[in-house]
């Protein structure tokens, strides 16, 4: 493996305790958003969201409608901004989630939301920002600024406010405690290697159910920082069609912690493998070793090592990491 | 351009009067659903759909939502079987779309709706499937069998099945002329030539509003029927990043029928050009000519020179465009 020396690395390894102080600072703005959510239940969540975000939203998706009954649905913001449309959201619960807090299309759902009289709430790293102020509640992550393009600590610390809130809606202590017991785990999946060969030019990248978000975070950082054509998929998805143009160059890089959804995704990988497709699993003891989490929580273990392998593939290939293809960190989009 | 010899090709040729056979047929069942839906309106929607179907779910994201105020989430399906812990679906209209009604995730999420009591709905093309057994209403897409591989009858089947429940809700008349005269303006779109060169290994395909749907439809077209890595994205998504690693070999096919979404696409084109990448553009008079529709059955017309291309494209490579890669027609997941 070589030797770190990017910022990207530095952000990669400060998740631990970004997240440690997350749970701690923002427990009380979480709980006191749960009671608001208990006095006056929405029907169903709405979440505006772009790019690592927008996988957020995933796993919000799956774990407060297995958690909390919610049904999410990720917003359409061109209703909000250029149609001049914005759907009815009574009953919603309205949540935007944005590193910057800057995004102008983000903003408009999380205040369409406030304007409808609707819950809303701001996920984001910086409480002064035009979301934030447009919203009623703010989880604050507290990350620290990020420097490098490739989201890594504003992703996990977003996955464990969702989590958090999650845990303070049901009210259940012991999935406070399991949150409590996260950045341990995470610092123990630090320690674990990531280091494979993934010498593709493109790459099928599959997960479901709570880890359906982390197969998108994991191709959107494979594809951004090595320039490799990674498509994530649920297995369903791949088995659907995708799967007959595998090949030798044209892998699978797989997400299995233990749980519901892991049986489907090692048929989908054995599959792959019988056609001739090359597959790196992660897995408890597998190519890509995860340290055992419970399953809700295993989404924020997970993406370590696939923020890791990204960006050991990017430097193998000579591509300044902090700042890949020139990209600059903030695009405005309406 | 090639001589169609293909049942893809005749199947792209049938679906004038496949959606003008829809809209004579099942215009009865629909506005029954539209009273049900406006004695007891639901606040939002879930829909639940695999492969192209999902698509027909995205562009319900928008019309669903443009012209009924009515957000839509798509579903989760691995809540309803892998978990074993469906959301609460009060006050939601449950939506299944699928050609076969033959899959048990999709299914499971119907019957998951119609358990908790609330408004569902199947559109199919198998009235006798186990999804349409499921729900209490069904839009029977009757395209006659479908028997190549790619949707396509039974993709813009379905969104005008989409498009004449939106009508019908709103109970707006004009808008139920508009679609009227939609097989006529999808005739002339088949006269239209769809033969450009499009000779890259890898696609950004990107659509916005109405033709989000567009975009992701085109690409697993192009996908499925050709190999070519391509992947969808909404204008602002493909500024967020992927914009960086266009090239002379990775290019952009854009989809910009008149409306609010196509000055975002046009100055995405641009900053594409700007960069060296080639595009492609779908528009009236662009490179792929559209003929005039309004904005919210556009996608009913765009899609076809998306489908043509892709069967070109194919047969070019040398693919079997019926049966590409081996691949057959019914996929069961759970």
């Known amino acids: 493996m070589l030797t770190p020396v990017s910022i990207l690395h530095d952000e990669i390894a400060e998740q631990p305790a970004v997240i440690e102080r997350l749970?701690?600072?923002?427990?009380?703005?979480?709980?006191?958003?749960?009671?608001?959510?208990?006095?006056?239940p929405p029907r169903f969540a709405v979440i505006a969201a772009r790019g690592s975000s927008d996988n957020v939203a995933r796993y919000a998706q799956h774990v407060l409608g297995r958690l909390c009954g919610i049904p999410v649905a990720l917003a359409t913001p061109s209703l909000h901004t250029l149609y001049g449309t914005p759907p009815r959201l009574d009953q919603a619960l309205v949540i935007g989630i944005s590193q910057s807090g800057a995004s102008p299309d983000v903003t408009a759902v999380v205040a369409d939301g406030a304007a409808q009289g609707q819950l809303t709430l701001a996920i984001t790293n910086v409480p002064n920002s035009p979301m934030a102020a447009a919203a009623e509640h703010v989880i604050e992550l507290?990350?620290?600024?990020?420097?490098s393009v490739a989201a890594t600590k504003t992703y996990t610390a977003s996955l464990a406010a969702v989590a958090a809130l999650a845990a303070a809606w049901t009210?259940?202590?012991?999935?406070r405690e399991e949150l409590r017991a996260t950045p341990q785990a995470l610092a123990a999946q630090l320690d674990k290697p990531a280091d494979v060969d993934l010498d593709w030019e493109r790459c099928a990248v599959i997960g479901r159910g709570a880890n359906y978000a982390t197969a998108f975070e994991a191709a959107l950082k494979v594809k951004e920082l090595t320039g490799i054509a990674a498509e994530p998929y649920s297995p369903p998805d791949l088995m659907h069609g995708p799967i007959a143009v595998l090949g030798p160059d044209h892998g699978v890089l797989a997400f299995a912690p233990p749980g519901p959804a892991a049986p489907g995704v090692h048929e989908a990988v054995a599959e792959a493998r019988r056609r001739g497709a090359p597959a790196i699993v992660a897995g408890p003891g597998a190519d890509l070793d995860l340290v055992a989490m419970p399953e809700w929580l295993s989404p924020l273990g997970a993406v370590i090592p696939a923020q890791r392998l990204a960006a050991v593939l990017a430097e193998r290939r000579g591509i300044e990491v902090d700042r890949p293809f020139g990209l600059s960190k903030i695009t405005r989009t309406t």
Chains 1, 2 share one sequence.
């Open 23 to 40: 749970l701690h600072e923002q427990w009380a703005a979480i709980a006191t958003l749960a009671d608001a959510l208990r006095d006056a």
């Open 142 to 147: 507290g990350t620290g600024e990020e420097r």
């Open 171 to 175: 009210g259940d202590q012991s999935l």
